[in-house]
């Protein structure tokens, strides 16, 4: 593709619009009601977000993951504890979200602080999920150099071998981060460039919301 088909991609995002009364007061509540229509409107995987970090010496990394959960305290989603994402976490739990629904025009912006979700929460998670997933988690030392695709084949197969007729439980490095929001974003996109921007920020215990240029 040349440089001018790229700059000749153009989509005209015409059809919705956002509003100050349209917004909830709370921007978790506000992103739910915006992740059931993301559902609605069929988008693939609307729970994949790109997860941005800054490791020790402020150099930035992004990577996606996937939502698992949303609550009062915040957007959570699971890893391995010794990963390059977790690392950065560790040395900074400043980090940003972002979802984009292109379907429908959208994208969130988050940012906030990650911390480790309790033990117990990421054992039930661990537990909820198929046999395969959890002994994928055991078998990858995520983010570390390997020899070979066969090294971790050989590696799952002996994890399968194992448990067999057990269950395995969650290892100590395998869990949840749960991200407490101190900035979100609402972009709806519009006609001629002139879209909506909404950010709540956190101003002691209370949201401020502001309309920003696009
Ligand atoms: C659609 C999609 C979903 C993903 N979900 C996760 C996830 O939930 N957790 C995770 O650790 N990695 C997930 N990954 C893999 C990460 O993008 C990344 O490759 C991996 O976590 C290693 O990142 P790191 O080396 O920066 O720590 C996903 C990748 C894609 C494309």
């Known amino acids: 593709m040349s440089d001018k088909e790229i700059q000749d991609l153009r989509r005209d995002y015409g059809r919705r619009d956002l509003n100050l009364e349209d917004l909830q007061t709370n921007p978790v509540e506000q992103f739910m ?6 559902r609605e409107a069929d988008i ?9 970090t800054v490791n020790a010496n402020g150099h930035p990394s992004s990577r996606v993951v996937l939502l698992k959960d949303v609550d009062a305290n915040g957007f959570t989603f699971y890893t391995n504890y010794d990963s390059q994402k977790a690392s950065d976490i560790e040395a900074n739990g400043l980090v940003a979200l972002n979802f984009l629904w292109d379907r429908i025009h959208r994208q969130v912006r988050i940012e ?10 990421s054992d039930a998670y661990f537990d909820s999920r198929p046999l ?4 994928g988690a055991m078998a990858s030392n995520q983010s570390s150099e390997i020899a070979s695709r066969e090294e971790l084949e ?7 071998a194992r448990f067999a007729d057990d269950e395995p439980s969650r290892p100590a ?14 972009w709806q996109g519009r006609t001629s460039r002139l879209h909506d921007r909404f950010a709540y920020t956190l101003v002691g215990d209370e949201w401020r919301i502001r309309r920003l240029a696009p």
């Open 44 to 52: 693939y995987e609307p729970n994949a977000m790109t997860l941005s």
């Open 33 to 38: 009601f915006w992740f059931d229509q993301a």
């Open 173 to 186: 490095n395998w869990g949840g981060y749960c991200v407490k929001p101190s900035m979100v974003e609402f």
């Open 112 to 121: 906030g602080r990650a911390e480790r979700v309790p033990a117990s929460v």
């Open 154 to 160: 050989n590696r799952m197969l002996e994890l399968e």
């Open 132 to 135: 395969g997933s959890r002994l």
